[in-house]
C-alpha cells in the first residue's frame, strides 16, 4: 500500500474515492455525485487530499485544509477508508501522512469536527444535557462505536464540543492534536 496525492489519480481511481465517502459517511455524501463534488471542492491549491492505494484500487482517503490562524492550524476532513479494509492500519497511515505534511507547511495544531448524529447517537455526549455540567461529562466520555474512539486512540485530545450541532442531542465533537 502507498499514499498518493490524490492529484495523481485517474478518473476511475477518484470516483472509487468518492464511493468510499458516500458508503463510509452516507449522512455528509447520500449520493456518489455528492461525494464527487465534496473531492473537487477539496482537490485545490492550500488542500492536500491523500489516498491509500494498493494494486490501483483506492482503499481510502483523507485530507487537509488549507491553514487557518496564520498557518498554524489545519483541519482534517474528511477521512474514510473502505468498510472491508478497516481496523487493518490504512486510517492510521493515511491520519500519518496528513499530519507530517501539516507539519512541512508548519502546522502546530490539526483538529478536526467528529458529529455523533446517527440514530440516537453513538458517544456518552449523545442525548445528553451537555449545558449541565459539560466538565464532567469531557471527563466519563465514552465513545462507543464513534469515529471518536478511533481519534483518541491516535493521539487526539477532545477540545470542545458544540452541543446540539446536528439536532437536538447531536453534538460535533472537536478534536485536536498538537503536531510538534
Known sequence: ME???????????????AQILTDSLPMGWPTLQDALNEIEEILVP?????????????LGLGGVLAPK?????????????????????????IVAALEDEARRQGGLTIYLGADDEVGDGET???????????????????????QAGFYLKIGYKIVGVMPDANGYGKPDIFMAKRLR
Open 3 to 17: 499514499i498518493v496525492n490524490m492529484t495523481t489519480l485517474s478518473e476511475a481511481q477518484i470516483r472509487q474515492a
Open 46 to 58: 492550500g488542500n492536500t487530499l491523500l489516498a491509500a492505494v494498493e494494486n490501483g484500487e483506492v
Open 69 to 93: 490562524y496564520n498557518g498554524n492550524v489545519f483541519e482534517l476532513h474528511p477521512l474514510a477508508v473502505r468498510s472491508d479494509k478497516r481496523r487493518q492500519g490504512i486510517g492510521r497511515a
Open 124 to 146: 456518552s455526549l449523545a442525548n445528553a444535557d451537555l449545558y449541565d455540567d459539560l466538565p464532567g461529562k469531557l471527563a466519563a466520555f465514552q465513545p462507543g462505536t464513534h
